[in-house]
């Protein structure tokens, strides 16, 4: 594949559940440097979509390649080494309930690494500072505040300083307050420590404050994609009806 320099490049990507088409040659290259918001309403596969992207997720058919390198034909453990370059943000947090935060951002460092307890402490700590979540090391997940989780998950999606970072759906769920923390929160990350990236949201404010490009997932395809003001002037009458919410619950 192309895309010299790219992290992340996909084309013409198809996937079905039992006969059930849900992306039907969806191709995207992400360039280095920028957030890409990828919007569309429920069920229209932007999680499977992002599962596809970081390797999670086998594709039908079509390519997809992690720097430069195609992972759709890769063995697992070939692709662990790339996926390892990556951070994702899942959905629902997905935090290990039984492991305290200071236990579930370590996580990946105990997995991945051979650093010092010393050094783990220091990174976790550094991490959760800069979610907003210094002095929670002994809470477990059910003592957090949804806002709080998600702040968690991405600490852990962080932690191993990944180049390019995958969220899906980070402020879905979550009240105003803590939407906005979490919104803000993402849109400083990227003037620091990920300034690569792939979210997926539903919110169109949240994806104007973030990205550099959007996309709207319709039908399989991406509708349009271009910069929020592109977005805006879209030809698409796709795109015009999602951003008029008239495609956001399907
Ligand atoms: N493992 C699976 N097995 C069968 N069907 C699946 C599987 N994963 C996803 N689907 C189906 O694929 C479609 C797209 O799902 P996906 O979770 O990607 O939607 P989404 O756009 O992320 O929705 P939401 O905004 O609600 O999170 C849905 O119809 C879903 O039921
Ligand atoms: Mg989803």
């Known amino acids: 594949m192309s895309a010299p320099g790219s992290p992340v490049e996909v084309r013409e990507v198809w996937k079905a559940f039992e006969q059930k088409p ?16 990828v919007m569309g309403g429920s069920g229209t596969g932007k999680t499977v979509l992002l599962r596809i992207v970081a390797g999670l997720l086998r594709p039908d058919a079509g390519q997809v390649a992690l720097f430069g390198t195609r992972i759709d034909t890769m063995r697992e453990e070939q692709m662990l080494a790339l996926r390892r370059r990556t951070g994702f943000v899942f959905q629902g947090a997905a935090l290990f309930d039984s492991l305290s935060v200071f236990e579930n951002v370590a996580f990946p460092l105990r997995e991945h690494t051979s650093l010092s307890l010393g050094d783990i402490t220091d990174r976790v700590h550094r991490f959760l500072s800069l979610v907003g979540l210094p002095g929670t090391d002994g809470l477990l997940p059910a003592a957090l505040s949804g806002g709080m989780r998600k702040r968690v998950g991405i600490a852990r999606a962080l932690v191993m300083e990944p180049e390019v970072v995958f969220f899906d759906e980070p402020t879905a769920g979550l009240d105003p307050t803590n939407a ?4 803000e929160l993402i849109a400083k990350l990227r003037a620091g420590v990920c300034d690569t990236a792939i979210v997926v949201t539903h919110d169109l ?10 996309a709207i997932l319709h039908q399989g395809r991406f509708a349009d994609v271009g910069t929020p003001a592109e977005i805006r002037r879209s030809t698409s009458h796709d795109v015009q009806r999602f951003l008029a919410g008239e495609l956001r619950e399907s």
């Open 22 to 37: 849900v992306l039907c040659g969806v191709s995207f290259a992400l360039a280095k440097g920028t957030t890409l918001a």
């Open 180 to 183: 906005r923390l979490v919104s």
């Open 205 to 214: 404010e949240f994806a104007e404050m973030v990205a550099d490009q959007m």
